[in-house]
């Protein structure tokens, strides 16, 4: 039996959570005839695959799914069958990714691997959640739950949880916010006890803490989400360090939302600080957005000026990183500032 496929179930993907939503104001009189409606969260693209389990909150799973020395004849087939597999999902090739799972699948049967047929189920159930097919997600998700368990796996195994905490993503695709709600308080108790346990049980801790706090963004819950927020944060900071993609990511939603909040001065904070660990990251597709986000609240104080340059900046940067979505928020802040001068 594969030792490796042991821990490839405490990856948990990298969910977006419409990134994008908006963030209403209500007006001002002392600086702003009208407020700018929205900061934008960062809609990162839906890889929501195990393959990359952690991108960005640090975890690799082609590191889990290395050999090791045990890992010979019948046995490697397989293990680069899912290698294959995975790199496909990470590429967005869903087709062949498909395809290399089943073989992956009917190797693993064929040799009688427990642990290797779970985790195709595992895999396959993941891929369906990437093109949103939620339905065969959650019945594949539920088959390696019950297959887990049959085994005597414990409730409070970071395999269940995090399995419980895709489903309990799905139900929120679905819009049934009372059973997803559930879902995300059982996985917040169940890791409760183990947080401190290991590297992967407190970055899981980490991971339920912001899918939990997005999920109270949408339901505008915005003190609450704010604590599990910053939970989330300090999980990062202390497992990855501070100046890393994730972080530059959570203080964005941090600045977005204590502006909802109506916190002004730590949303500026944030946003500053975000952009300064932009400035260090290696991938700085995003980063134009927390600009952008950072002249709107400036706007919001009356600071215009300052406001127009972080707007040109984010658009500049939108442009040479070819993002879509930073240069539509610089525009979009654009489009306040005309509009803020144009009411005075």
């Known amino acids: 039996m594969l030792r490796c496929f042991q821990k490839l179930f405490i990856g948990v993907p990298k969910y977006q959570y419409f990134r994008n939503c908006g963030i209403t104001a209500s007006a001002t009189k002392t600086h702003l005839k009208q407020l700018p409606k929205c900061l934008k969260k960062i809609a990162l693209p839906y890889h929501e695959n195990s393959t990359v389990i952690f991108r960005i909150w640090g975890i690799s799973i082609l590191t889990w799914l290395g050999f090791t020395s045990e890992d010979e004849g019948k046995e490697s087939e397989l293990i680069m069958t899912l290698k294959r597999a995975v790199l496909c999902m990470k590429r967005e090739q869903y087709n062949t990714a498909e395809q290399l799972l089943h073989i992956a699948l009917k190797i693993a049967q064929e040799q009688q691997n ?4 779970v985790y195709c189920f595992d895999l396959m159930a993941n891929l369906a959640f990437d093109q949103q ?3 065969k997600a959650e019945k594949l998700f539920v088959t390696v739950l019950q297959i887990l368990l049959s085994k005597g796996t414990k409730q409070d195994d970071l395999k269940v949880i995090h399995i ?3 489903l309990a993503r799905i139900a929120q695709l679905r819009a049934d ?3 997803a709600e559930l879902g995300y308080e059982w996985c917040l108790e169940k890791i409760k006890n183990q947080r401190n346990d290991d590297l992967d049980t407190e970055i899981l801790s980490g991971v339920i803490q912001d899918w939990y706090a997005q999920f109270l963004l949408d339901k505008g819950d915005n003190q609450k989400a704010l604590f599990y927020l910053k939970e989330a944060y300090r999980v990062c900071e202390k497992t990855m360090g501070a100046n890393n993609e994730k972080s530059m990511l959570l203080l964005n939603d941090l600045g977005i939302t204590s502006f909802r909040a109506g916190d002004i001065a730590n949303a500026e904070i944030f946003l500053n600080e975000g952009i300064k660990i932009g400035q260090k990251v290696d991938d700085q597709t995003h980063v134009g957005v927390l600009h952008a986000n950072l002249g709107l609240v400036l706007l919001h104080k ?4 300052k406001a127009k340059t972080l707007c040109k900046e ?6 040479k990183n070819m ?5 539509e928020q610089a525009n979009y802040c654009f489009e306040q500032i005309k509009m803020n001068l144009g009411n005075k």
């Open 302 to 305: 009356g600071i215009v000026e």
């Open 164 to 166: 419980s905490l895709k």
């Open 323 to 327: 993002n879509n979505e930073t240069m």
């Open 314 to 319: 984010a658009w500049s940067l939108g442009k």
């Open 133 to 135: 097919i939620l339905d």
């Open 177 to 179: 916010l009372e059973k």
């Open 114 to 117: 427990e642990q290797g047929i």
